[in-house]
Structure formats: structure tokens, C-alpha cells
């Protein structure tokens, strides 16, 4: 084929034009994370302990009453740290970690503040000159005859400091004389008390108690008698206070 020189220019100029590619359009699709996360929450479940440590922490409340229910804060402050531990673990399949870290820290607040102040109060709670024992000082051995054990026996005459609750009688305001047993089981739901279980209970003058729930103490002087004292309503007692001291 013969190519003048007119075409010959042409068709070199063609040739020598850039190669150019075709792209395709880039999309930039921006995703807010947030709305992923408000997406997410109606597929992910409520972690249970994370609604159980929110309930303990409440619970802890009671903390306040006896340094027994200390045992509340201190499970709870357990299981709402293995709550958000879950939790942050299994971040796209669970959900309460706001539950899990408020229970926790209620826990462990009271957990703190009421075990400060249950010792604070032990420190200070037993007067000057006196002795604190417990019911559980008065109790005998298991299998022993005497119905009176030689350590309590040992405490007769002595000033002694102990804590318990008015039993309920026929009284039940401005007593002066009363039973006075250790749980408020037995405060609560009568019936016959252990011999070992019940001390009688003298108040000096002016001092006088009405019957309530609330944990009373006691001090004063204890007599310990091996001979069983009959009293009113109920089988007798081996124990008595004469109390000088009521709070």
C-alpha cells in the first residue's frame, strides 16, 4: 500500500498521541460510627449479670444494718467487674455496660463505707470498765451435763457488755424488766427460746425500753445461776442482768 506524504503525517501524529486509561468514578461513602453502634444495640442481648449486679448494688444498701449483709457489696462488686469484662469482650453481642458499671461501683462504695463503719463502731461501742461478750460465750459444750458452761460461770459478778433484742411479752412499752435473747429470729417469731439463749434483764432507773426490732446494748452486772429461775411465760433462765447501761 502507498502512502503519500500528506497521510503519512497523519497517521504518525496518531500514533504518537498518550495512551489514556478510563477510570471509573470513585464514590467516597462516608459511615458514621454512631449509627452503626444505635443499629447494632436491637441485635445485641442484655448481659443477665450485668442486670444482677445493678440489683446487688441496691441490695448493698443493707450493708448499713449488720456487718453480716457485708457479704452483699462484696458479691456484688464481684459479678458487675465479670459483668463488664463479659461485656467488653463480646462488645458486638452484649449490651448493659452501664448497668454492669453502676452496680459494681454501688457495690463497692458501700462495700467500703459500710465496712468502715461497722469497725468504727465495734472500736468504740462497748463502754468504759466493761466486758463485751457474746450470747455465744453463754452456750455449753456439745455433749456437756452441766447445762451451765465454767466460762460463763467465770463471768458472774462481772460487768459485762452485750448485744441482742427485746423478746416480745405481754408489755411492750416502758419495760423495765424483760428477756433479752441474741437473733431476731427468735425476737421475731417467739416460741421457746434456749435456756442458754435468754438472759433476764433488770433496767436501773430512769432507764426504760420499748419492744422493737432494733438491736439493743446492753451493760451491766451479770448473774449466772446453775439453778433454773422460773419466769412468766416462759421456762426460766440461768442468766440475769442487772443493766445500767442501754442503747
Known sequence: MHLDGGNSSIILACLRLP??????????????????????????????S???????????????????MLVIPFVG???????????????LELTGKLLAITGMSLSAVLLLGCSTLHIYVFLTEVPDGYQRISFFDLQPEPGAVAPVPESAVALNGKQIF??????????????KQ???VPDMGTC??????????????????????????RKRRL?????VD?????ISGLQGVYYQLEADYLN
Open 162 to 175: 452485750i448485744k441482742g433484742y427485746v423478746y416480745p411479752g405481754d408489755q411492750r412499752r416502758g419495760l
Open 77 to 91: 462488686t464481684i459479678v458487675g467487674a465479670m459483668a463488664w469484662h463479659k461485656i467488653q469482650n463480646k462488645a
Open 178 to 180: 424483760f428477756v433479752f
Open 219 to 223: 451493760g451491766g452486772i451479770l448473774r
Open 188 to 213: 421475731c417469731f417467739g416460741g421457746q427460746p434456749k435456756l442458754t439463749d435468754m438472759i433476764e434483764v433488770t433496767l436501773k432507773d430512769p432507764n426504760r425500753v420499748d419492744f422493737s426490732y
Open 226 to 230: 446453775p439453778q433454773l429461775k422460773p
Open 50 to 68: 450485668a442486670i444482677v449486679s445493678l440489683v446487688l448494688g441496691f441490695l448493698s444498701l443493707l450493708a448499713i444494718i449488720s456487718p453480716k
Open 19 to 48: 495512551s489514556r486509561s478510563i477510570a471509573a468514578p470513585a464514590m467516597n461513602i462516608e459511615v458514621d460510627p454512631e449509627t452503626i453502634d444505635q443499629r447494632l444495640i436491637h441485635y445485641r442481648a442484655l448481659c443477665s
